[in-house]
């Protein structure tokens, strides 16, 4: 995006993966947190937008102080934008995207891996059960045809949360599963990033199936649970 660096106006910017929401890259002389303040709202623009079924949304605006921020998609990019705060939102955006070359898709941080190999890994038991129960969840609310777009959503929650998770969990065979082994110093952190991804697929649901469906979903999940 080195583009950006030569526009006139823009004082920094954020580059965000729309797949996963992961932080690519973010440059320029702001002293606001661009990295989080763009991968956080082009997330909740996506949820709002299908939320309250408002379509195609153009671009988002955000002033803070002297500055504006302004996040847009172009390709498979959320681009956070900061200037300063009388600038108009549409003319960097045309600009920008009368210049700028499409991008190729990247690979998401988190990838299909391969299965570890045998012996298999074991994983302490407060770890494994909230694995199952992501797993369980992501085969509940993505009955009838609509797991692909539940592990689309799974991947999102990863690419946002997983934090030090990332490098040894990954989606296998459409469940989420560890490659290597838990080191003991991370099992609670790692218990704690599995409960926010946990609810974040909850609140996924409610929104998507209303809170009723939802909580219908949710206990049925609970019922397999404890079946195990």
Not at 94 to 101: D, G, H, L, P, R
Not at 172 to 190: I, N, Y
């Amino acid at each position: 995006m080195e583009l950006l660096d030569k526009i006139p106006g823009i004082i920094g910017y954020a580059v965000i993966n729309a797949e996963d929401g992961r932080i690519e890259e973010v440059k320029g002389s702001s002293t606001s947190p661009l990295g989080d303040l763009s991968a956080f709202f082009s997330s909740a623009g996506e949820v709002i937008k299908n939320a309250l079924g408002l379509g195609e949304i153009d671009y988002l605006s955000l002033c803070y102080g002297a500055h504006r921020l302004i996040i847009f998609l172009n390709d498979n990019k959320y681009l956070g934008i900061e200037v300063e705060r009388e600038q108009k939102p549409e003319v960097f955006i045309e600009k920008i995207k009368s210049e700028i070359k499409p991008v190729e898709v990247t690979k998401p941080v988190v990838e299909e891996i391969k299965p570890p190999p045998s012996p298999a890994i074991e994983l302490p038991r407060s770890i494994s059960s909230k694995l199952l129960q992501i797993n369980f969840l992501i085969d509940e609310f993505g009955a009838e045809g609509k797991k692909a777009h539940w592990i689309d959503i799974l991947n999102q929650g990863l690419g946002i949360l997983g934090g030090d998770l990332l490098p040894v969990a990954g989606i296998v065979e459409g469940k989420l599963s560890f490659k290597e082994q838990v080191p003991p110093e991370k099992e609670d952190e790692f218990v704690q990033i599995l409960r926010t991804i946990i609810d974040f697929l909850v609140k996924k649901a409610v929104e998507e199936f209303g809170s009723s469906q939802a909580r219908i979903k949710v206990q049925s999940v609970i019922e397999k649970m404890k079946q195990v």
